[in-house]
């Protein structure tokens, strides 16, 4: 009797053990108020998007100088340039294009302005755009008389380069011009140089120091 009643005791035990094991386990918590509780089970994440077959577009390198810059003045100037107090012209080059030179006494040029007269060289706007600048002559109302020189860079490089003639505006102690296509040029003195900033009409920007040339 005593054997029958252990066998009975124990398969109660046995029978209830996973009954209570189960209701022991925590109800399913909602994400959010009013929504289905998440199952307990792992779940796959979402695929990964696929690869990129091709790598990202190289920043382009601005306009070729046949668009992004308008021929000489002698053909089409920009603007009307103002009168220049007359030095003596010298011949220099600057990107492979001959340009002659007539810088003021400085005397003569507002003292403001006097750090943005002279020949600024020697700058690349990438690794194939030479470019230079001269300021001629700067009036009281900030007007600049400029010649802006670019060329190609190396000897493989076919792009024409050309000599501009015209004027720019100094304004909060920056030199700025634009040429017809639109591109933005802007210059600041830095120490003996000046830090150049060039802006296409699309947006690219590129950035130079033009050092200070004797």
């Known amino acids: ?26 109800a399913p918590i909602p994400l959010y108020p009013g929504a289905a509780p998440r199952s ?4 796959p994440l979402p695929p990964l998007p696929p690869a990129r077959s091709e790598p990202p577009a190289a920043m382009p390198l601005p306009p ?23 030095g003596p012209a010298t011949e220099r080059v600057f990107c492979d294009q001959p340009v002659v030179v007539r810088l003021p006494d400085r005397g003569v040029i507002p003292e403001r302005y006097r750090p943005f007269v002279g020949i600024w060289s020697d700058a690349a706007w990438t690794p194939q755009l030479c470019a230079a600048l001269v300021v001629e002559a700067v009036q ?6 400029i010649v802006y020189v670019y060329g190609p860079i190396g000897s493989n490089n076919r792009r024409p380069g050309g000599v501009l003639h015209g004027t720019g505006i ?12 639109g591109t933005q040029f802007a210059f600041r003195p830095l120490y ?3 830090d150049g900033r060039l802006t296409t009409a699309q947006g690219q920007s590129y950035q130079a120091v033009f050092k200070k040339t004797l």
Not at 140 to 145: E, I, L, R, S
């Open 1 to 26: 009797m005593i054997r029958h009643f252990a066998a009975v005791l124990t398969a109660t035990v046995l029978l209830a053990g996973p009954a209570a094991a189960q209701q022991s386990l925590p």
């Open 40 to 43: 307990i089970e792992p779940e």
């Open 64 to 86: 070729p100088a046949e668009t992004a810059l308008p021929p000489p003045a002698s053909t089409s100037p920009l603007l009307a340039a103002p009168p220049v107090v007359a």
């Open 140 to 145: 009281p109302d900030g007007t600049a008389a």
């Open 170 to 181: 100094i304004r909060d102690g920056e030199l700025r011009f634009q040429n017809s296509d």
């Open 192 to 194: 003996a140089d000046l």
